[in-house]
C-alpha cells in the first residue's frame, strides 16, 4: 500500500488519464495483489495489471486475466522489463489455476510485441459508422433509460453466448459505470416490444461511440436509431 502513489505517478506518465479517473480505478477497482511491479533502485519502473475474467465457451467457464496497464517508467524502456513481467504474470496464472491471458493491445504495433510473448489474435471488431440520416425510424415503443450493472451482465451473457466471450463480472461492469471512468459517456438499456439493447458509450466531440451494444432481437440501426433520440449525436460509430 505504501507504493500506490509512486504506483499512479508511473501510471499517470505512461497513460495520461485525468486525475478523476485514476482515482476512481485506484478507489474502486485496483488491488494491490493483481499488480506485479518491478522496483529498482528503491524505485517503481514497471507495472501490470492482471484483472480476474473468464472466458465463456458453450455454457462452460475458464477463469482469466485480463492483462491491462503494461508500462515501464520511460528512462528504463527497451531493458526488458515489460517482458519479465509477463512471464512472471503468466507463471502465476499457471500456478493458479488461471486458463487463459487476455489483452486488448492499445495500437496496432503493439500487436507484434505481444505476439513474440505468446498472444494469438482470437478476437475481432465489427464496426459501424451511421449519420443520423442514414438510421430507420425507431422502432415503436421504444424506450431508453439507465441501466445498473447486473441488467449489463445479464443482457452480456444472453447477446454473446453463441460465440466464445471473455466475461466480467458484475463488480467489473459497475466499476466501468462509474461516471469518472465514464468520462461522459454512458450506458443505457434499449426496450422495444420485439428486442432489447445495452449500448456502453463515450463521445468523440459531438460523435457518439459505441464501445459495446449487446443486442436481444435487434439489429445494431435500430437500437442506434432509438439511442439517437436520447443523444443526439452527429454521428454513430
Keep these: 500500500p505504501a507504493d500506490r502513489g509512486a504506483i499512479m505517478a508511473l501510471w499517470s506518465a505512461c497513460f495520461g488519464d485525468p486525475p478523476g ?6 478507489n474502486l477497482r485496483h488491488r494491490d495483489e493483481y499488480m506485479p511491479v518491478w522496483a529498482q533502485d528503491g524505485a517503481i519502473v514497471g507495472m501490470l495489471s492482471m484483472l480476474p475474467v473468464a472466458l465463456r465457451v458453450g455454457g462452460a467457464s475458464y477463469p482469466g486475466r485480463y492483462v491491462f496497464a503494461v508500462a515501464t517508467d520511460p528512462a528504463w524502456r527497451g531493458r526488458g522489463i515489460s517482458t519479465q513481467l509477463l512471464a512472471f ?4 496464472m499457471r500456478q493458479n489455476g488461471v486458463r487463459l491471458s487476455a489483452l486488448v493491445p492499445a495500437d496496432q504495433g ?8 505468446g498472444y494469438k489474435t482470437y478476437f475481432y471488431q ?9 438510421l430507420p425510424l425507431p422502432p ?13 451482465l445479464e443482457a452480456r451473457d444472453r ?7 471473455v466475461r466480467w463480472g458484475e463488480d467489473a461492469l459497475a466499476f466501468m459505470m462509474n461516471d469518472e471512468w465514464l468520462d461522459g459517456g454512458g450506458v443505457a438499456r434499449v426496450d422495444t416490444p420485439t428486442g ?34 436520447k443523444l443526439g449525436a452527429s454521428a454513430y460509430r
Design 89 to 92: 504474470a503468466h507463471d502465476w
Design 21 to 26: 479517473a485514476l482515482a476512481a480505478y485506484f
Design 110 to 117: 503493439l500487436f507484434d510485441f505481444y505476439g513474440r510473448r
Design 140 to 152: 415503436v415503443g421504444a424506450r431508453v433509460a439507465r441501466c445498473d450493472a447486473a441488467a449489463w
Design 159 to 165: 447477446a454473446f453466448e453463441a460465440c466464445p466471450f
Design 126 to 134: 465489427r464496426r459501424l459508422s451511421l449519420s443520423p440520416a442514414e
Design 196 to 229: 432489447r439493447a445495452i449500448a456502453a458509450w463515450d463521445w468523440d466531440g459531438d460523435q457518439a461511440v459505441v464501445r459495446e451494444l449487446a443486442l436481444q432481437g435487434l439489429a445494431a440501426p435500430q437500437a442506434l436509431a432509438a439511442l439517437h433520440a
